[in-house]
């Protein structure tokens, strides 16, 4: 028996689908009057053109599913249906197109007829997407904040076109460097200035790069969000995080964190080799783990003593095992030299615990995004898992490219096979290590312990073949409690902050409509008598001189 299509949509809409159908899907049954049905059908496909409530949208969604499970239900719609796309990701829908073309509507079909899921959306999907709030709704001094942040990331982004990719003068391109230093240090004044402390001092302070990469033809296209899972199992769901992680990493991802990054000093043919590596010994890391059935318990356990071997290779992977360079006469591997010289210990603070990726990867166990429970197939809970991954790649590949920096700086000949080219130079090179230095204090002694007592954490996501920092919202009070004495401070003075500023506040307004009374009430009745005496003044002295 040919597997059943049940297929609702409008006349006009349905009688195009139908011939759609007939043509490309010929082993298809199409059935648009549930009365025609022979059974159960195998799969919905419900194409909607015209405007809904999302909350109706959402009801009749649910009230398909139910009446006709477990059929799997695939939902089309049309360019014009203004649905952001957050509450897309919420349907509940095995499969979710957006004006897709024929040969993807055909291949969603099949894919949800062998037991997968497919998302394509045009609009792309962000963490943190600003909301569009008007003047009116707002106080005088968000809306100074809104509107200078506007001005300067407008200029932020006329700048950034014109270095991407590099060209003019180097003149031309020193100035421009210069007046994006500019910019950013007057974004930042103005979230100290008119914005609450959790902005004026956390990432958001800094601006993203990633945002304001130019738009146009192929760039517009590549902003689209698909995910496919052939299979909705823990395999599938590696399968289609691997394909697209592959995608982004393939060109070197440039960096759009707002923040200085060792990894952004490597050419970019080996930023994307580190980063593939480091991808592909998470795979071997995760088939290795799943084929040893490993508890649930203990994957944590697991990870953290294989991760000096994951980087090893990898690193060896990067800098390939059979060159070697000359030092000091003689010629050294450079895999070996930099294995030796790497501090593969090393872990960073800033990596959220791997438990919850790992069971989702191995076990496709439920994942928590935003406070709920997520099945592992299901689309949030797969690109919330697409970011904690390239998260591990970014902040890994961060750690061995400082290592790498360090053994440039006492292998002059390396520099030239691995660094930038404006890199070469031994005072650029010290520059740019002095400038991590100083950044990675800076984050130790301040913005990590903010960061802790406002329980946020920043995660480094992979967006138009860019790095970009994400700040996802989760309790930390046991990595706060773990500070030491310093960054404990740092903590006092922001509660200090926070319980003194409705005091200061209400004096600075005490104080205000002071002045106002004495400018009102008493200076000016006081100069409205003297001028008062001076008209009658004037008067006498008129009318004795008549």
């Known amino acids: 028996m040919t597997p059943q299509l049940l297929l609702f949509a409008e006349p006009l809409l349905r009688d195009g689908l139908i011939r759609l159908l007939q043509a490309r899907a010929a082993e298809l049954t199409v059935i648009s009057d549930p009365a025609d049905l022979r059974g159960a059908p195998q799969i919905l496909l419900w194409a909607l053109e015209a405007d809904m409530a999302p909350e109706q949208l959402q009801l009749q969604l649910q009230l398909l599913q139910e009446r006709w499970q477990p059929a799997p239900l695939l939902l089309v719609l049309s360019t014009g249906h203004r649905l952001p796309a957050p509450l897309l990701l919420q349907l509940p829908a095995t499969g979710l197109l957006e004006a897709p073309e024929p040969d993807a509507l055909i291949a969603a079909i099949h894919t949800l007829l062998e037991g997968g899921r497919v998302l394509e959306l045009r609009q792309p999907v962000s963490a943190d997407q600003p909301a569009d709030r008007s003047a009116a709704g707002i106080g005088l001094g968000q809306w100074l904040l809104l509107s200078g942040l506007q001005q300067v ?42 914005g609450p402390l959790s902005v004026a001092w956390g990432p958001q302070a800094r601006c993203t790069e990633g945002s304001a990469r130019p738009e146009a033809g192929a760039g517009a296209a590549k902003q689209r969000t698909a995910l496919t899972l052939q299979q909705r ?22 960096n759009g964190s707002g923040q200085l990054l060792a990894l952004a000093a490597l050419r970019p043919e080996r930023r994307s080799d580190l980063l593939l590596a480091l991808l592909d010994q998470l795979q071997m890391l995760r088939q290795q783990l799943a084929s040893e059935a490993v508890a649930a318990a203990e994957l944590g356990e697991h990870w953290l003593r294989l991760q000096p071997q994951l980087r090893q290779m990898a690193l060896r992977a ?45 076990l496709a166990q439920p994942l928590l995004v ?15 898992l697409e970011l904690l991954v390239s998260n591990w790649l970014v902040r890994n590949a961060e750690l061995l490219a400082a290592d790498v920096l360090a053994s440039c700086a006492a292998w002059p000949e390396l520099r030239r096979y691995l660094l930038r080219p404006e890199l070469l130079s031994t005072r650029s090179l010290e520059r740019l290590r002095n400038q991590l230095n100083a950044q990675l204090r800076w984050q130790s002694w301040w913005q990590r312990p903010v960061a802790l007592y406002e329980s946020r954490r920043v995660l480094f996501g992979l967006q138009e073949s860019s790095v970009v920092a994400v700040n996802l919202t989760e309790p930390r009070d046991t990595e706060l409690r773990q500070l030491g004495w310093p960054q404990q401070l740092v903590t006092l003075a922001l509660e200090s902050r926070d319980a003194l500023a409705p005091q200061v506040q209400a004096l600075a307004r005490g ?36």
């Open 153 to 194: 990331d407008a200029d932020i982004q006329a700048c950034l076109r014109l270095l991407t990719p590099p060209g003019g003068s180097r003149l031309q391109q020193l100035v421009l460097q210069g007046r994006l230093r500019e910019l950013r240090s007057a974004r930042q004044l103005l979230l100290l200035l008119w």
């Open 233 to 254: 199992n823990a395999d599938g769901i590696w399968a289609s995080l691997a394909t697209r992680l592959r995608a982004a990493l393939a060109a070197g991802p440039g």
């Open 318 to 362: 990067m800098a390939s095992p059979y060159v070697q360079l000359p030092r000091e006469g003689q010629l050294c591997g450079v895999a070996e030299q930099l294995i030796r010289e790497a501090a593969l210990e090393v872990t960073d603070p800033e990596l959220p615990q791997p438990q919850p990726m790992l069971a989702t990867l191995v």
């Open 370 to 384: 935003e406070g709920q429970l997520l099945p592992a197939d299901e689309p949030r809970a797969v690109l919330h």
């Open 511 to 546: 104080l205000g409509d002071l002045l106002v009374v004495l400018l009102t009430q008493v200076l000016g009745r006081a100069i409205g008598l003297v001028g008062r005496g001076i008209v009658q003044g004037m008067g006498r002295s008129l009318r004795a001189s008549q």
